[in-house]
């Protein structure tokens, strides 16, 4: 997109160029939990107009949050607004996120509808706080590879790299790395985006630094809350 367009979104605490993202462009974040993710995820998203959150998890402390932010939460994408289309002034941020009746539960349908669908209508941001519960990873590439034309951003995290697809790392705009409890998380992220192992150092920062890495020009910054 170009880059004189406005941003969907700014994290006031993040330092200069960090603060913006704009219509079509991805950012995959990675970390264990507790690690800072959910605080990134919350920042960037605040000033979204079109926002739809996948809720994968039965209880969900990121999910809570948003909805105290305002967001509304609906079973499936047919009781999402103006689902069809994103038109006029209106704001529609919405969580579609399943009740849970049994630990067997597959709500996958529910979320592939809902990532499809958003993707036909365009300009929607979508947030995934745990990408790896999506267990199609062919919808997954396509999302990262195809929905750029669309408007369509992505906003997505997990807590290992190797639980997902490769594209998270080699189709986003921009890549955050929160210390891993492993080391060779960091280099198969590292391995991903074209940059040496062992380049993405954060042992020496305080707890939640993360490194912001600039996929197409590589370049790696770090931030601290």
């Not at 941003?7 to 605490?13: H, K, L, Q, T």
């Not at 974040?29 to 920042?43: E, F, H, N, Y």
């Not at 993360?210 to 809350?225: E, N």
């Amino acid at each position: 997109m170009a880059s004189n367009e406005a941003p969907i979104a700014r994290a006031d605490w993040l330092p200069g160029a960090l603060r913006e993202w704009h219509p079509g462009q991805h950012v995959s974040v990675v970390g264990p939990t507790g690690s800072g993710k959910s605080r990134l995820a919350i920042d960037l998203l605040r000033g979204s107009r079109w926002v739809a959150a996948i809720g994968t998890k039965r209880t969900d402390g990121t999910l809570d949050t948003l909805l105290r932010d305002g967001y509304r939460r609906v079973p499936r994408w047919g009781a999402v607004r103006h689902r069809a289309t994103i038109r006029g002034p209106r704001d529609e941020r919405v969580i579609v996120w399943p009740e849970w009746r049994a630990i067997t539960d597959d709500h996958n349908p529910i979320w592939e509808e809902a990532l499809n669908s958003a993707w036909l209508a365009g300009g929607w941001t979508l947030f995934l706080d745990e990408l790896s519960a999506i267990s199609d990873r062919q919808l997954l590439r396509a999302l990262y590879t195809q929905s750029r034309s669309s408007g369509v951003s992505l906003l997505a995290g997990t807590q290992r790299p190797r639980w997902v697809p490769v594209e998270t790392w080699t189709e986003a705009t921009y890549v955050a790395v929160f210390r891993a409890h492993h080391r060779g998380d960091s280099d198969a992220v590292a391995d991903a985006v074209g940059l040496d192992r062992g380049s993405i150092r954060l042992e020496a920062y305080p707890p939640f630094t993360f490194a912001w890495i600039d996929v197409r020009t590589r370049a790696v910054s770090y931030v601290v809350p």
